[in-house]
């Protein structure tokens, strides 16, 4: 339905959400825009199939945020947004035209994916009771100062997410701990609901201090070039020291290198045997295919732990992505671990 109907899918495109509870989609340093490159290794397709996508729904995509960039505006973009490129145009996607492409990719299994939470949230949406309470006066409410912010986007997305983190502090997650107080039967999925919530408060602080040293308020280094600086043994001790963190037990780095990539080994919180590899290598853009097999043959085949986690600096190839796919290896590239770095829990650990 959501193929064939614009109608049906102009009804879900607010729900951008759902594209990072399916997959992470890595953004421009602008935090808003994705290249064609990138939505097409976020689906996993050719950018020649995106193209083609492009073509026939040009107008219903540009109505949600797509748009191509030339002339002054594309300078402009490039010397805000740090890209380095030659072409004489830049064709940029919004969070809801990415949505809107997974509505329309029928050859992509993470677009499938998309497509059947959108089905089901929907289903949800539609069949949860209603209740009709008897209206009473509400009280009155503390206004919050907002400050008058100067002129400019990085400014304008600090303000933004000041506030979502003061709404989220103040009303959300007190509301969710009321309910968990209070429930049974749906205790467990008020918890995670929880922990999401709690990650979106990190995510955004993570961003404000992103946002902060591009200003220039804080000149600190950076979390990518803090890791990318790390030895070997330094970034493996810094893993063991988020799993830790996030709850894991008889966390242990190991000396030898000659175990087939496995680095660290420990146990989560719910008891399940996790082995860890950590690739950190100075100048490498991904992850070299052949690395990923090894540590796949290792963990999941010959000594059979129940997580096996590759953790990078850097990002994944779709070759490599598509064997941790088939191997059951959970990959962590550089974006994540940034994350994770700054607070957010790695769902994998959960």
Same mark, same amino acid.
């Given at each position: 339905?959501?193929?064939?109907?614009?109608? &049906?899918?102009?009804?879900? &495109?607010?729900?951008?959400?759902?594209?990072?509870?399916?997959?992470?989609?890595?953004?421009?340093?602008?935090?808003?825009? =994705?290249?064609?490159?990138?939505?097409?290794?976020?689906?996993?397709?050719?950018?020649?199939?995106?193209?083609?996508?492009?073509?026939?729904?040009?107008?219903?995509?540009?109505?949600?945020?797509?748009?191509?960039?030339?002339?002054?505006?594309?300078?402009?973009?490039?010397?805000?947004?740090?890209?380095?490129?030659?072409?004489?145009?830049?064709?940029?996607?919004?969070?809801?035209?990415?949505?809107?492409? +997974?509505? $329309?990719?029928?050859?992509?299994?993470?677009?499938?994916?998309?497509?059947?939470? $959108? *089905?089901?949230?929907?289903? $949800?949406?539609?069949?949860?009771?209603?209740?009709? /309470?008897?209206?009473?006066? /509400?009280?009155?409410?503390?206004?919050? /100062?907002?400050?008058?912010?100067?002129?400019?986007?990085?400014?304008?997305?600090?303000?933004?997410?000041?506030?979502?983190?003061?709404?989220?502090?103040?009303?959300?997650?007190?509301? &969710?701990?009321?309910?968990?107080?209070?429930?049974?039967?749906?205790?467990?999925? *008020?918890?995670?609901?929880?922990?999401?919530?709690?990650?979106?408060?990190?995510?955004?602080?993570?961003?404000?201090?992103?946002?902060?040293? *591009?200003?220039?308020?804080? /000149?600190?280094?950076? +979390?990518?070039?803090?890791?990318?600086?790390?030895?070997?043994?330094?970034?493996?001790?810094?893993? +063991?020291?988020?799993?830790?963190?996030? @709850?894991?037990?008889?966390?242990? =780095?190991?000396?030898?290198?000659?175990?087939?990539?496995?680095?660290?080994?420990?146990?989560?919180?719910?008891?399940?045997?996790?082995?860890?590899?950590?690739?950190?290598?100075?100048?490498?853009?991904?992850? +070299?295919?052949?690395?990923?097999?090894?540590?796949? @043959?290792?963990?999941?085949?010959?000594?059979?732990?129940?997580?096996?986690?590759?953790?990078?600096?850097?990002?994944?190839?779709?070759?490599?992505?598509?064997?941790?796919? &088939?191997?059951?290896?959970?990959?962590?590239?550089?974006?994540? =671990?940034?994350?994770?770095?700054?607070?957010?829990?790695?769902?994998?650990?959960?």
């Amino acid at each position: 339905m959501l193929l064939e109907s614009r109608t &049906l899918r102009s009804g879900v &495109l607010d729900r951008t959400d759902v594209l990072d509870r399916v997959k992470t989609l890595s953004l421009l340093p602008d935090g808003l825009h =994705v290249t064609t490159a990138m939505v097409a290794a976020y689906f996993e397709v050719t950018v020649k199939t995106l193209e083609s996508v492009v073509e026939d729904h040009r107008n219903e995509l540009r109505g949600n945020g797509y748009h191509v960039l030339t002339g002054t505006q594309l300078a402009l973009f490039k010397r805000a947004s740090g890209i380095q490129s030659r072409s004489r145009s830049l064709a940029l996607y919004s969070r809801r035209s990415v949505l809107n492409v +997974a509505m $329309l990719l029928r050859d992509s299994e993470v677009a499938r994916q998309v497509r059947v939470y $959108l *089905l089901d949230m929907e289903y $949800l949406a539609r069949t949860q009771p209603v209740d009709n /309470p008897v209206p009473v006066e /509400p009280a009155p409410v503390e206004p919050v /100062p907002i400050e008058p912010a100067p002129t400019g986007s990085v400014v304008l997305d600090d303000r933004i997410d000041r506030r979502i983190t003061h709404i989220l502090g103040s009303t959300v997650v007190p509301m &969710l701990n009321a309910l968990i107080a209070t429930s049974g039967e749906h205790r467990r999925e *008020l918890l995670e609901l929880r922990e999401d919530i709690e990650d979106v408060e990190r995510r955004l602080c993570w961003h404000h201090k992103r946002l902060t040293t *591009l200003e220039g308020e804080a /000149p600190a280094k950076s +979390a990518a070039s803090t890791l990318g600086a790390m030895t070997r043994q330094a970034f493996e001790q810094h893993v +063991a020291g988020l799993l830790r963190r996030d @709850g894991c037990t008889d966390v242990v =780095v190991r000396q030898a290198r000659g175990d087939r990539g496995i680095d660290v080994t420990g146990r989560t919180a719910d008891g399940r045997t996790v082995a860890v590899r950590c690739e950190n290598r100075s100048g490498r853009r991904t992850v +070299a295919d052949a690395d990923l097999r090894k540590f796949a @043959g290792a963990a999941r085949a010959l000594h059979r732990f129940d997580l096996a986690l590759f953790v990078a600096a850097c990002d994944f190839g779709h070759e490599s992505r598509a064997i941790a796919d &088939l191997t059951g290896v959970v990959t962590v590239d550089r974006r994540e =671990v940034e994350a994770w770095t700054a607070g957010v829990r790695l769902k994998a650990l959960r």
